[in-house]
């Protein structure tokens, strides 16, 4: 290869790794990732773990371990069944920028343990969700893979990128609805001092399964908001229950400001969506991809957990938006079927919102999980 073929494909590598992350504003004066060389931002860095539950200067690494105080005396805690522990509880304006997270890998526990963020004083949660599909992982099977929102080690280490900026209060909590003790490692980067108009977007996440889903109406990635809105995009589960036929010819529609029958966005197949052909391939990509396709050891059933973030692609709405995805199979032709589905969805939206709808209950989470 020569030098301007060699120089070019650097600057694309470099194009696209500077892409992969959402721009954060900082006072006017530019983003924090693309121009690192800005000092003098206004914001604090701050941080809470374990080791500093509360994030104040000065107050990280004091308790004490055999090896005397300060010396790795609280890195985590072993959570019981049925407990809900406080992660954070942060006064602000601010931005939480950065989650790491890791626990037992065991696939019905990563549906089992439950993540909850309250934003600004709201009395319902904008986040609940599963650690596992949280974390970019559906079906409880821990997957490395990178993507401009989810980076995830092959030993259950995993990072969430998306910046969820706060007014007065962050809150976040992690229950376990379990039946065995967990250990749990955290540690959730934030700046302080963030200019946040108060009706910023908050980011919200629901899960939502239906085990199986029904024929003819569409999977719901994001039932109805009546609110302003711009949708990040999904991680998506599907369990094949017909391993003779093709699963994914539904398309996704995007329903907003007045649509009603028929949408304004509209997709040409559940491949197609998440940036892929002629079936879902094992290729995960920065805002596109399949993590797992796969069959378990056990079952033999065919397990995806595939995902899309439209963040160069914006999906934005003024009043209202829906959004739904079809499950259509091929065989010989097309028609309309039944798999089991479950998504983790993402998006943002000012305060006041909605309550996101009920999450369904630990035995509906954990049923039919990948088992080997």
């Known amino acids: 290869m020569n030098k301007s073929a060699v120089l070019g494909t650097l600057a694309v590598m470099l194009w696209l790794t500077a892409a ?5 504003p900082v006072r006017g004066q530019g983003d924090l990732v693309h121009q690192p060389y800005l000092l003098d931002t206004g914001l604090l860095s701050r941080s809470i773990s374990f080791e500093n539950p509360t994030g104040e200067p000065g107050a990280g690494g004091k308790a004490a371990s055999g090896l005397g105080v300060g010396r790795k005396g609280a890195p985590a805690r072993t959570i019981q069944p049925g407990e809900e522990v406080e992660l954070c509880n942060i006064v602000g304006p601010g931005t939480i920028r950065h989650i790491w997270l890791t626990t037992d890998q065991r696939p019905v526990l990563q549906r089992a343990m439950i993540v909850r963020v309250w934003w600004d004083d709201q009395e ?13 992982c559906a079906h409880g099977k821990i997957m490395p893979y990178q993507s401009a929102v989810h980076s995830v080690g ?8 998306l910046p969820m900026p706060f007014v007065k209060r962050a809150r976040m909590t992690f229950r376990h609805d379990g039946a065995q003790p967990v250990p749990l490692f955290y540690q959730i980067d934030y700046t302080l001092g963030d200019q946040h108009p108060t009706d910023v977007g908050r980011l919200h996440v629901l899960f939502r399964r239906e085990n199986p889903t029904t024929e003819k109406r569409d999977f719901e990635l994001l039932p109805r908001r009546e609110n302003r809105g711009r949708f990040i995009g999904s991680v998506m589960g599907i369990r094949n229950l ?10 996704v529609k995007v329903y907003m400001d007045g649509d009603r029958d028929f949408p304004t966005i509209c ?15 094992q290729t995960p990509f920065l805002y596109n991809g399949c993590s797992l396709n796969q069959k378990d050891g056990k079952s033999g059933k065919e397990f995806v957990s595939m995902y899309r973030w439209h963040l160069p692609d ?29 998504c983790a969805t993402f998006w943002y939206e000012p305060l006041p919102s909605a309550p996101l709808p009920a999450l369904p209950d630990v035995a509906a989470r954990t049923a039919d999980v990948w088992s080997d």
């Open 20 to 24: 992969s992350f959402p721009v954060q």
């Open 124 to 136: 319902h949660p904008s986040i609940e969700c599963p650690v596992g599909d949280l974390f970019g």
């Open 154 to 161: 092959p030993t259950g280490g995993r990072n969430l990128w």
């Open 242 to 251: 017909h391993p003779g036929q093709w699963w994914g010819e539904g398309e």
């Open 267 to 281: 997709g040409t197949g559940s491949e197609d969506y998440v940036g892929l052909a002629w079936g879902i391939q």
């Open 314 to 342: 914006p999906i934005a709405w003024q009043r209202e938006a829906r959004i739904t995805i079809q499950q259509i199979a091929w065989k010989d032709g097309l028609h309309e079927t039944q798999d089991d589905w479950s």
